[in-house]
Structure formats: structure tokens, C-alpha cells
């Protein structure tokens, strides 16, 4: 496929997308500190059902401004961030968070590590920036038990693929999810 936008991406099929991840672009933390991306599960249609249910299929993903660590020349070895909860809606419908703008639910705490041990996915996915959502402040409804592998789809620094994969016992399920820049990080 050519040129990649957010909206094919949101329209892109699972075999598309897996494709797109295991020969994307790593993003540089510096592409994503101190901004926030729009976000659009895609899923199969079952599962895209219960995430409408749940008010799961569209949210905004957030990467502090503040690195958690940095390396001997003070630049960036790891991030942090959230998502923040988002109405029901298209994508092309508004990105507004909930219960409010003023006050937004944040949820799914994760560390954004480019580099380094990614458990049983080490040597996996390489090409991609690893958030793991494995901390203390999550639960089992915050993701506690999901992987992401991040990379762009190609030469757009604005764009995003991800690869979400939820563990829970022996089981593992892969689903996919598109970001876009939408604004500097400021909640």
C-alpha cells in the first residue's frame, strides 16, 4: 500500500497492520515526549462490540514531558505516560475526554522503554518502542497485563501503529491500535 493516513491505518486488516509493525520505523522518544496521540482500536468485529460497550475503542494516549531517565548526556532512555479516557465516537467525531476536559479519567500507566528487556518479547519486535503497562499503579482493568510494540508505518513522524497484545494465564490475544499526534502534552 502506499502512502499510509490515519484513516486507512483505522480501516487497515489485522494481517495489514501486523505487516506494518514487523517492518515499521522505530519512533525516537523525542518524537513522542510532551505530546498526546488520538487513538482508534481496530478490531474484529466481536471484539470491537464489547469495546464499545465499554467505551474502550477510541481513547488518548499521553507521554510525559519529564524523561525517567536519561543517559550521561541527559538525553532520554525512557518515558512515561497514560491514557486518558475518551467519549464514543467515529474518527473523525471529536477526542473529548471524560467524565471531563477539565477533570479526565487517566488510566493503563505504562513505561515507554525503547530498548531492554521485554520479557518473553525480547528479540521480538526490535524495530518498535515497547510500552509496558506492568507497574504498580495498574490493575488487571488498567492493562496490567497488555504489551504494547509501537512503530510508524513510514517516514511520518505523526503517525503511529501499535500492536497491543493482552496476556491472561496461557492466553494471549493480539489486537492493533492507530495513534496520530493531536496536541502538546498539558494535563
Same mark, same amino acid.
Given at each position: 500500500?502506499?502512502?499510509?493516513?490515519?484513516?486507512?491505518?483505522?480501516?487497515?486488516?489485522?494481517?495489514?497492520?501486523?505487516?506494518?509493525?514487523?517492518?515499521?520505523?522505530?519512533?525516537?522518544?523525542?518524537?513522542?515526549?510532551?505530546?498526546?496521540?488520538?487513538?482508534?482500536?481496530?478490531?474484529?468485529?466481536?471484539?470491537?462490540?464489547?469495546?464499545?460497550? !465499554?467505551?474502550?475503542? $477510541?481513547? &488518548? #494516549?499521553? /507521554?510525559?514531558?519529564? *524523561?525517567?531517565?536519561? %543517559? @550521561?548526556?541527559?538525553?532520554?532512555?525512557?518515558?512515561?505516560?497514560?491514557?486518558?479516557?475518551?467519549?464514543?465516537?467515529?474518527?473523525?467525531?471529536?477526542?473529548?475526554?471524560?467524565?471531563?476536559?477539565?477533570?479526565?479519567?487517566?488510566?493503563?500507566?505504562?513505561?515507554?522503554?525503547?530498548?531492554?528487556?521485554?520479557?518473553?518479547?525480547?528479540?521480538?519486535?526490535?524495530?518498535?518502542?515497547?510500552?509496558?503497562?506492568?507497574?504498580?499503579?495498574?490493575? !488487571?482493568?488498567?492493562? $496490567?497485563? &497488555? #504489551?504494547? /510494540?509501537?512503530?510508524? *508505518?513510514?517516514?511520518? %513522524? @505523526?503517525?503511529?501503529?501499535?500492536?497491543?497484545?493482552?496476556?491472561?494465564?496461557?492466553?494471549?490475544?493480539?489486537?492493533?491500535?492507530?495513534?496520530?499526534?493531536?496536541?502538546?502534552?498539558?494535563?
Amino acid at each position: 500500500m502506499g502512502k499510509w493516513t490515519y484513516d486507512k491505518l483505522c480501516h487497515a486488516k489485522g494481517k495489514e497492520l501486523d505487516q506494518v509493525v514487523q517492518n515499521g520505523r522505530k519512533p525516537s522518544l523525542e518524537t513522542l515526549q510532551g505530546y498526546e496521540w488520538r487513538g482508534y482500536n481496530v478490531l474484529p468485529p466481536h471484539a470491537y462490540a464489547v469495546m464499545w460497550l !465499554l467505551e474502550n475503542t $477510541r481513547f &488518548i #494516549k499521553c /507521554f510525559l514531558k519529564e *524523561p525517567t531517565a536519561t %543517559d @550521561d548526556d541527559g538525553q532520554p532512555t525512557e518515558l512515561a505516560g497514560y491514557n486518558l479516557k475518551v467519549t464514543r465516537g467515529g474518527t473523525g467525531d471529536p477526542w473529548t475526554t471524560k467524565p471531563s476536559e477539565e477533570k479526565p479519567l487517566k488510566i493503563g500507566k505504562y513505561r515507554v522503554l525503547p530498548d531492554g528487556d521485554r520479557g518473553k518479547y525480547t528479540g521480538k519486535y526490535d524495530n518498535a518502542v515497547f510500552l509496558d503497562y506492568d507497574v504498580p499503579d495498574n490493575n !488487571l482493568f488498567d492493562g $496490567r497485563t &497488555i #504489551k504494547d /510494540f509501537i512503530v510508524h *508505518p513510514d517516514d511520518n %513522524d @505523526d503517525l503511529i501503529v501499535g500492536k497491543a497484545i493482552f496476556h491472561l494465564g496461557p492466553i494471549s490475544t493480539p489486537s492493533f491500535f492507530i495513534l496520530e499526534r493531536y496536541q502538546e502534552h498539558n494535563r
